[in-house]
């Protein structure tokens, strides 16, 4: 399931493939969900000079004013290859395909793709409401506070996925964040004081950077005979501090199904 973890390995693999390179072919097609098909015929003959991640955002930049702009959902993912290398998945389910002399970089199952000119970006509603980002080196963790605080009603799982309070955090997260500090996921913002809300954003901004890098996806970095993950799709299974059972249950609006441990999260 694509984070802010995913979508910052993404962009460091991308960038590092696609940077300087020009584009010499580049083409998007309709997916499950997708509002509209932009046209990529523009980008041909330009350059790419940047590829970066802004919370579960991806944007990759050229030198003729243009971002591409995608976003993963549930489902979408980013795949390099070499000129003439088999892809993984069928041409059919190409959201993007963007080709360079040495690098094809193709965006399957996303939907949502955009093409922004840089006046667009700095005034695009999802973009420009988005929260501090954890994996920014310049995050700014008292804004992010305070972004919290304005959702005082909110259960806490809820905010956490609101990306215009915080960027980065998704549904695993969520749930393994507000185990591994103790605190119940249906708990509304307002009750809890500063001290645990900076608690659940320190331990968000650790586990993502730690997940940056690459591999599979854990959470329980130094217990010993754990799994990757504490609760998360494990309901029905022991906790693996307190033996009690977790439970799962759908929250939000979206919804989106949260996981907790009713004997370590009370």
Known sequence: MPEGDTIFRTAVVLRSVLVGGTVTGAAAQAQPGMRWVPDLDRLVGAAITSVESRGKQLLIGFDSGLILR?????????HRYRPGERWRLPKIQASVILETADAIAVCFNAPTVELLTDRELARHPTLAGLGPDLLANEFDADAA????????????GEALLDQRAVAGIGNVYKSEVCFIERVSPWRPVGELDDGSLARVLATSRRLLRANAAGGARMTTEGAR???RLWVYG?????????????????????????YWCPGCQP
Request: net charge positive; glycine share 12%; aromatic share 2%.
């Open 234 to 258: 494990r309901a029905g299974r022991p906790c693996r501090r307190c033996g009690r059972l977790i439970q799962a249950r759908r929250q939000g609006e979206l919804p989106r199904t949260t």
């Open 145 to 156: 506070l305070k972004r919290l605080r304005e959702r005082s009603s909110t259960e806490l």
């Open 70 to 78: 995608t976003h993963m959902r549930m489902s979408g993912s980013w």
């Open 225 to 227: 005979g754990a799994g």
